[in-house]
T-cell receptor
Framework: RKEVEQDPGPFNVPEGATVAFNCTYS??????FFWYRQDCRKEPKLLMS???SGNEDGRFTAQLNRASQYISLLIRDSKLSDSATYLC??????????FGTGTLLAVQP | DTGVSQDPRHKITKRGQNVTFRCDPI?????LYWYRQTLGQGPEFLTY????????KSRLLSDRFSAERPKGSFSTLEIQRTEQGDSAMYLC?????????????FGSGTRLTVV
Protein backbone atom coordinates (compact mmCIF):
# COMPACT_ATOMS: atom_id res chain seq x y z
CA ARG A 1 0.00 0.00 0.00
CA LYS A 2 1.33 3.44 -0.90
CA GLU A 3 1.93 5.79 2.00
CA VAL A 4 -0.20 8.51 0.40
CA GLU A 5 -2.95 7.64 -2.04
CA GLN A 6 -4.88 9.96 -4.30
CA ASP A 7 -7.25 9.54 -7.21
CA PRO A 8 -5.13 10.63 -10.19
CA GLY A 9 -8.18 11.98 -12.04
CA PRO A 10 -8.45 13.84 -14.31
CA PHE A 11 -11.25 15.85 -12.82
CA ASN A 12 -12.85 17.85 -15.61
CA VAL A 13 -15.12 20.56 -14.20
CA PRO A 14 -16.76 23.68 -15.62
CA GLU A 15 -15.80 27.13 -14.41
CA GLY A 16 -17.64 28.04 -11.23
CA ALA A 17 -18.01 24.45 -10.07
CA THR A 18 -17.07 23.15 -6.64
CA VAL A 19 -14.64 20.24 -6.66
CA ALA A 20 -13.29 18.11 -3.83
CA PHE A 21 -10.24 15.90 -3.65
CA ASN A 22 -9.58 13.27 -1.03
CA CYS A 23 -6.37 11.63 -0.04
CA THR A 24 -5.60 8.81 2.39
CA TYR A 25 -2.38 8.20 4.26
CA SER A 26 -1.11 5.06 5.95
CA UNK A 27 1.36 6.39 8.52
CA UNK A 28 -0.61 7.12 11.66
CA UNK A 29 2.48 8.85 13.09
CA UNK A 30 2.36 11.54 10.40
CA UNK A 31 2.56 14.94 11.99
CA UNK A 32 2.17 17.46 9.21
CA PHE A 33 -0.06 17.64 6.18
CA PHE A 34 -0.06 19.86 3.14
CA TRP A 35 -1.57 20.39 -0.26
CA TYR A 36 0.86 21.41 -2.99
CA ARG A 37 -0.03 22.65 -6.44
CA GLN A 38 2.07 21.73 -9.47
CA ASP A 39 1.65 23.27 -12.89
CA CYS A 40 2.77 21.34 -15.95
CA ARG A 41 6.57 20.97 -16.06
CA LYS A 42 6.99 23.27 -13.06
CA GLU A 43 8.06 22.65 -9.48
CA PRO A 44 5.50 21.95 -6.74
CA LYS A 45 4.42 24.98 -4.73
CA LEU A 46 2.83 24.97 -1.31
CA LEU A 47 -0.90 25.68 -1.55
CA MET A 48 -1.82 25.29 2.09
CA SER A 49 -1.06 23.45 5.28
CA UNK A 50 -3.77 21.21 6.71
CA UNK A 51 -4.73 21.32 10.36
CA UNK A 52 -6.98 19.12 12.44
CA SER A 53 -9.31 22.04 12.99
CA GLY A 54 -9.58 22.60 9.27
CA ASN A 55 -8.46 25.73 7.51
CA GLU A 56 -9.69 27.98 4.78
CA ASP A 57 -7.88 30.29 2.39
CA GLY A 58 -10.23 32.13 0.11
CA ARG A 59 -11.90 29.59 -2.17
CA PHE A 60 -9.83 26.72 -0.77
CA THR A 61 -10.71 24.66 2.31
CA ALA A 62 -8.59 21.83 3.69
CA GLN A 63 -9.67 19.27 6.26
CA LEU A 64 -7.83 16.56 8.16
CA ASN A 65 -9.50 13.51 9.67
CA ARG A 66 -6.92 11.72 11.80
CA ALA A 67 -9.28 8.93 12.88
CA SER A 68 -9.91 7.91 9.27
CA GLN A 69 -6.49 9.04 8.06
CA TYR A 70 -7.68 11.16 5.21
CA ILE A 71 -7.19 14.70 4.01
CA SER A 72 -9.45 16.68 1.76
CA LEU A 73 -9.25 19.80 -0.37
CA LEU A 74 -12.33 21.69 -1.49
CA ILE A 75 -12.16 24.30 -4.23
CA ARG A 76 -15.17 26.54 -4.64
CA ASP A 77 -16.02 28.67 -7.67
CA SER A 78 -13.34 27.02 -9.83
CA LYS A 79 -11.32 29.28 -12.12
CA LEU A 80 -9.52 28.35 -15.31
CA SER A 81 -6.30 29.22 -13.48
CA ASP A 82 -6.98 26.46 -10.93
CA SER A 83 -6.13 23.87 -13.59
CA ALA A 84 -3.11 22.02 -12.25
CA THR A 85 -2.07 18.88 -10.41
CA TYR A 86 -2.82 18.90 -6.68
CA LEU A 87 -0.41 16.89 -4.55
CA CYS A 88 -1.38 15.54 -1.17
CA UNK A 89 1.61 15.52 1.19
CA UNK A 90 2.34 14.30 4.66
CA UNK A 91 5.37 14.39 6.86
CA UNK A 92 6.51 12.41 9.86
CA UNK A 93 8.99 12.96 12.61
CA UNK A 94 11.95 12.62 10.23
CA UNK A 95 11.07 15.83 8.34
CA UNK A 96 10.78 13.89 5.13
CA UNK A 97 7.67 14.78 3.14
CA UNK A 98 5.84 12.00 1.32
CA PHE A 99 3.92 13.02 -1.79
CA GLY A 100 0.95 11.37 -3.39
CA THR A 101 0.84 10.88 -7.14
CA GLY A 102 -1.29 13.98 -7.54
CA THR A 103 -4.79 14.66 -8.82
CA LEU A 104 -5.12 16.43 -12.15
CA LEU A 105 -7.76 19.14 -12.30
CA ALA A 106 -8.88 20.63 -15.60
CA VAL A 107 -11.29 23.56 -15.32
CA GLN A 108 -13.09 24.18 -18.58
CA PRO A 109 -14.77 27.32 -19.87
CA ASP B 1 18.25 35.49 -2.21
CA THR B 2 15.22 34.78 -4.33
CA GLY B 3 14.69 31.11 -3.61
CA VAL B 4 16.15 27.70 -4.30
CA SER B 5 18.33 27.60 -7.42
CA GLN B 6 19.13 24.51 -9.44
CA ASP B 7 21.62 24.12 -12.25
CA PRO B 8 21.40 23.08 -15.01
CA ARG B 9 17.71 23.35 -15.88
CA HIS B 10 18.02 20.66 -18.53
CA LYS B 11 20.59 17.97 -19.16
CA ILE B 12 20.74 15.48 -22.01
CA THR B 13 23.35 12.79 -21.65
CA LYS B 14 24.28 9.52 -23.25
CA ARG B 15 23.76 6.32 -21.35
CA GLY B 16 26.82 5.45 -19.30
CA GLN B 17 27.96 9.03 -18.77
CA ASN B 18 28.22 10.69 -15.37
CA VAL B 19 26.19 13.79 -14.55
CA THR B 20 26.26 16.24 -11.65
CA PHE B 21 23.55 18.64 -10.58
CA ARG B 22 23.86 21.57 -8.23
CA CYS B 23 21.38 23.05 -5.77
CA ASP B 24 21.70 26.33 -3.90
CA PRO B 25 19.13 26.49 -1.10
CA ILE B 26 17.65 29.57 0.51
CA UNK B 27 20.58 30.90 2.52
CA UNK B 28 19.04 30.71 5.99
CA UNK B 29 17.65 27.19 5.45
CA UNK B 30 19.77 24.47 7.00
CA UNK B 31 17.78 21.53 5.65
CA LEU B 32 18.16 20.47 2.02
CA TYR B 33 16.29 17.68 0.23
CA TRP B 34 16.60 15.91 -3.10
CA TYR B 35 13.58 14.37 -4.81
CA ARG B 36 13.03 12.69 -8.15
CA GLN B 37 9.83 12.97 -10.17
CA THR B 38 8.82 10.96 -13.21
CA LEU B 39 5.85 11.61 -15.47
CA GLY B 40 2.53 11.00 -13.78
CA GLN B 41 4.06 10.48 -10.35
CA GLY B 42 4.56 12.66 -7.33
CA PRO B 43 8.05 13.60 -6.17
CA GLU B 44 9.90 10.68 -4.56
CA PHE B 45 12.29 11.31 -1.70
CA LEU B 46 15.96 10.57 -2.37
CA THR B 47 17.97 12.08 0.48
CA TYR B 48 18.20 14.95 2.92
CA UNK B 49 20.84 16.99 4.71
CA UNK B 50 20.81 19.01 7.85
CA UNK B 51 23.71 21.39 7.44
CA UNK B 52 26.51 19.22 6.02
CA UNK B 53 25.27 15.95 7.51
CA UNK B 54 23.39 13.54 5.25
CA UNK B 55 20.76 12.22 7.63
CA UNK B 56 18.64 9.95 5.49
CA LYS B 57 18.90 8.15 2.15
CA SER B 58 16.12 6.40 0.29
CA ARG B 59 16.43 2.88 -1.08
CA LEU B 60 15.90 4.60 -4.44
CA LEU B 61 19.38 6.07 -4.07
CA SER B 62 21.42 3.24 -5.56
CA ASP B 63 25.19 3.11 -5.32
CA ARG B 64 25.37 5.02 -8.62
CA PHE B 65 23.92 8.06 -6.87
CA SER B 66 25.83 10.23 -4.44
CA ALA B 67 24.94 13.52 -2.83
CA GLU B 68 27.11 15.95 -0.93
CA ARG B 69 26.72 19.19 0.93
CA PRO B 70 30.31 19.86 1.92
CA LYS B 71 29.97 23.23 3.65
CA GLY B 72 26.35 23.07 4.63
CA SER B 73 25.37 25.47 1.87
CA PHE B 74 25.01 24.24 -1.74
CA SER B 75 24.59 20.56 -2.55
CA THR B 76 25.50 18.36 -5.50
CA LEU B 77 23.84 15.19 -6.74
CA GLU B 78 25.95 12.96 -8.96
CA ILE B 79 24.71 10.05 -11.01
CA GLN B 80 27.36 7.71 -12.33
CA ARG B 81 26.94 5.43 -15.35
CA THR B 82 23.54 6.87 -16.18
CA GLU B 83 20.76 4.57 -17.36
CA GLN B 84 17.63 5.40 -19.34
CA GLY B 85 15.60 4.78 -16.21
CA ASP B 86 17.35 7.74 -14.58
CA SER B 87 15.49 10.11 -16.91
CA ALA B 88 13.39 12.27 -14.61
CA MET B 89 13.04 15.69 -13.04
CA TYR B 90 15.42 16.07 -10.08
CA LEU B 91 14.05 18.51 -7.56
CA CYS B 92 15.87 20.17 -4.71
CA UNK B 93 14.07 21.76 -1.77
CA UNK B 94 15.08 23.50 1.41
CA UNK B 95 13.49 24.36 4.72
CA UNK B 96 14.51 25.95 7.98
CA UNK B 97 14.81 23.76 11.07
CA UNK B 98 11.85 25.39 12.68
CA UNK B 99 9.82 25.52 9.49
CA UNK B 100 8.68 21.92 9.58
CA UNK B 101 5.07 22.88 9.52
CA UNK B 102 5.55 25.26 6.62
CA UNK B 103 6.64 22.65 4.14
CA UNK B 104 9.46 23.07 1.69
CA UNK B 105 10.47 25.55 -0.96
CA PHE B 106 11.38 23.76 -4.17
CA GLY B 107 13.77 24.80 -6.88
CA SER B 108 12.73 24.70 -10.54
CA GLY B 109 14.35 21.31 -10.97
CA THR B 110 16.85 19.75 -13.35
CA ARG B 111 15.27 17.72 -16.12
CA LEU B 112 17.54 14.82 -17.07
CA THR B 113 17.13 12.91 -20.31
CA VAL B 114 19.33 9.85 -20.83
CA VAL B 115 19.53 8.77 -24.47
Amino acid sequence: RKEVEQDPGPFNVPEGATVAFNCTYSNSASQSFFWYRQDCRKEPKLLMSVYSSGNEDGRFTAQLNRASQYISLLIRDSKLSDSATYLCVNGGATNKLIFGTGTLLAVQP
Amino acid sequence: DTGVSQDPRHKITKRGQNVTFRCDPISEHNRLYWYRQTLGQGPEFLTYFQNEAQLEKSRLLSDRFSAERPKGSFSTLEIQRTEQGDSAMYLCASSPTTGHYNGYTFGSGTRLTVV
